[in-house]
C-alpha cells in the first residue's frame, strides 16, 4: 500500500503541476443573498490577494468585499473568474514580473497558490515595508510525522532533500517535493515578516468549484445509488474543510491581526468514515447502500487510498495522525464549520452545472466498472 505522503505527492501536487482550471466563473446562485447577510468589517482593510481565481480566492475576494474591505488581486489573468465590480485586477507573473505590485501599499497580503519558496521570497522581498500582515496559505502535508494523533502548531515539519536547489526547481518539479516545498515557503513567509505572518496549514480543501473531485466524488457517487464500495472501516477518521469556511476564516484573521501558525481542517474532531458518507447520502436524499471492504483486501485488488477512494486513507503507523490533526488553536481563533450536509447537497448542485463530460469523467474516484469488480470479488471471497 502507498504511504500516506505518496498519496499527498500524487493527489495534491498533481494537481498542482496540472494546473487545473476552475469552472467557478460566477458567483454560487445565492451568493447575493449571503452577502447581504454578512456584517460588516470593524475596520475596513486594504487586501491584495496573490492569486484569487482559484478554487478559495474567489470565495476570499467575496466574502472581503461583502465585509467592507477594499480588494486588490494579482494574477497571470489567465482564468476568467467574475469577482465583484470593485476588486482591482493586476497582472503579473510570480517568476519574473512584480512590476504592477512596486510602490503600492497594502493592509493585507494573502498568499493563496504558491509552492516554490522562491516565489514568497521574492514577494516578501518586494512588500516586506509594504503591508503590515502577510497570511500564507500552506497544507498540514508539510509535517515529517504522521503517526502521532493530535499533530499541533509545534511538531516537526519535511526537511527538503532533493538534489536539485529548491529555489530553482521548476513549478513542473514541484509535486515531488510538495510538502517539503511549502513548509520552506513558510519560513520564507516568517523571514520576510517577522512577527507579521500568519501560517494556515489547511487539510483537504472540499466544496463547490473544485475541480480535483477529491470530495465530489462521493456525493456523486452516492448519488447514483446503488451498492457503493466504502473504504476501510466505518471508523476510520476523516478531516476535510469546506473552501468556504477557510476563505471567510482566512479573512477574519486578517481582521483580527491573527499572527503565528495555525492548522485549518475539521471538523474539530476527526469524523468515522461511516458518518461522512452516510451524512452525505442523508443530506442528498439517496437509496444507496454501503459495502465496507477493508484495508488489505483493497491492497490486494490494487485499490489506492486518496485517489481511487478519495478523502480515506488506509491506517499504517506512517500515516495514523493524517486524517487526526490538532484544529484546536485556529478553533479558538474563531474557525467555523458549515454541516458536512450543506457542503455535500451543495457540492452536487455545483458538479450539475459543469458540461457534461465533466460530469461523466472524474479525475478522482474508482471507475464505475472497476468499482463492480472490486466488489464481486469480495463478495466470491465469502465477504
Known amino acids: 500500500m502507498n504511504t500516506r505522503r505518496h498519496f499527498v505527492k500524487s493527489a495534491a501536487g498533481g494537481a498542482l503541476c496540472l494546473g487545473l482550471p476552475s469552472t467557478l466563473t460566477g458567483a454560487q446562485p445565492d451568493a447575493a443573498a449571503d452577502a447581504a447577510r454578512v456584517e460588516p468589517a470593524r475596520r475596513p482593510l486594504r487586501i491584495l490577494i496573490l492569486g484569487g481565481t482559484g478554487f478559495t480566492g474567489p470565495h476570499q475576494v467575496r466574502y472581503a468585499v461583502a465585509r467592507g474591505h ?20 493586476l497582472q503579473g507573473d510570480r517568476n519574473n514580473d512584480l512590476k504592477a505590485l512596486e510602490g503600492r501599499e497594502w493592509d493585507v497580503v494573502i498568499d493563496n497558490p504558491t509552492t516554490l519558496p522562491n516565489w514568497v521570497r521574492t514577494a516578501g522581498s ?9 497570511i500564507f496559505i500552506s497544507t498540514i502535508s508539510v509535517f515529517a510525522d504522521n503517526s502521532q494523533v ?3 502548531e509545534t511538531t516537526p515539519v519535511l526537511k527538503y532533500e532533493g538534489e536539485q536547489d529548491p529555489y530553482t526547481l521548476p513549478i513542473e518539479q514541484a ?12 519560513r ?3 523571514y520576510w515578516f517577522p512577527g507579521r505572518a500568519t501560517i494556515i496549514r489547511p487539510g483537504l480543501i472540499v466544496g463547490p468549484g473544485d475541480e480535483t473531485d477529491r470530495f465530489t466524488y462521493w456525493p456523486v457517487r452516492i448519488d447514483r445509488g446503488g451498492e ?7 471508523k476510520d477518521p476523516t478531516q476535510v ?5 477557510l476563505a471567510e476564516w482566512t479573512i477574519r484573521m486578517a481582521e483580527n491581526g491573527e499572527v503565528g501558525i495555525f492548522n485549518a481542517t475539521g471538523p474539530d474532531r476527526p469524523r468515522p468514515m461511516a458518518e461522512m458518507l452516510e451524512g452525505i447520502r442523508s443530506a442528498i436524499g439517496s437509496t444507496a447502500t454501503f459495502t465496507w471492504v477493508d484495508q488489505d483486501f483493497l491492497q490486494q485488488q490494487n485499490v489506492r487510498g486518496w485517489s481511487d477512494m478519495p478523502v480515506w486513507v488506509p491506517l499504517t503507523p506512517e500515516t495514523t495522525a493524517f486524517m487526526q490533526v490538532s484544529v484546536s488553536r485556529a478553533v479558538a481563533k474563531g474557525l467555523t464549520y458549515r454541516p458536512l ?3 455535500a447537497r451543495e457540492t452536487l448542485a455545483w458538479h450539475r452545472t459543469r458540461p457534461a463530460e465533466r460530469q461523466e469523467t472524474l479525475r478522482t474516484g474508482i471507475k464505475p466498472d472497476r468499482e463492480k469488480e472490486v466488489l464481486a470479488a469480495w463478495h466470491a471471497a465469502g465477504k
Open 70 to 89: 477594499t480588494l486588490t488581486v494579482f494574477n497571470r489573468g489567465r482564468r476568467q473568474v467574475e469577482l465583484p465590480a470593485s476588486v482591482e485586477h
Open 126 to 134: 518586494l512588500l516586506k515595508d509594504a503591508a503590515d500582515q502577510y
Open 150 to 152: 493530535g499533530m499541533d
Open 175 to 186: 509535486g515531488r517535493f510538495y510538502g517539503e516545498l511549502k513548509a520552506l515557503s513558510e
Open 188 to 190: 520564507e513567509a516568517a
Open 228 to 234: 457503493v464500495l466504502a473504504p476501510g472501516t466505518q
Open 241 to 245: 474543510i469546506d473552501a468556504r469556511d
Open 341 to 343: 450536509e450543506v457542503t
